[in-house]
């Protein structure tokens, strides 16, 4: 297996411009995250899918953030317009069906966005 | 704020040494669980211990979770240069598959 995979590994954009970051999760996986991390804030949680569907976007920082799942091997997050404290390293996960205990979670590479 | 936190923030010892981490938190969880990440890369599952657990044992791995503490403890026994990286504790509440993450050890293992 793969793994997760995201795309680009890397991402150097001016401010208002548009970004968009991708990730394929594990085959058979049916959760998905996406998280962002800092060294202010540290590795925060941004919203995830079960099934392709939000559940909990709760972590989005505000409304220039958005994110798809259109279907099970494919996901996007989106900022639009980006500013320069959106500067971080964004990771996407999957972990299969969660049942009661839930359970672990594997991590991309990550995307290191640069915004000037 | 940071459901998990981690002691001490940075750690350095001598290869063959254990190495021993503390997370603590605040609310109820379903499990617990700990994470390695190497400079520059993806976060990598170690162990997750459940909520009616108290230990749990992974080669050179050792978590404890003391629920009436709110707290769990890492150990890593004779430890390699290779263990150099940031642990993580991460707790899952409610379903179980939200993480909220701590803020993690530094930990160093010098030749």
Redesign the interface.
Known sequence: DAG?IQSPRHEVTEMGQEVTLRCKPISGHD?L?WYRQTMMR??E?LI?F?NNVPI?DSGMPEDRFSAKMPNASFSTLKIQPSEPRDSAVY?C?S?SH?????????????TRLTVT | S?QGEEDPQALSIQEGENATMNCSYKTSI??L?W?RQNSG?????LI?I?SNEREKHSGRLRVTLDTSKKSSSLLITASRAADTASY?CAT?TG??????????TQLKVEL
């Open positions: 997760v959760y995250f540290g590795l949680l995830y079960n909990d990771f996960a972990s969660g049942g009661q205990g839930g359970y672990e979670q594997y991590f991309g590479p990550g | 940071q379903n499990n669980q994470y890369r993806g976060l990598v599952h997750l459940r993580f899952a379903g179980g598959n939200k993480l909220t993450f701590g803020t993690g």
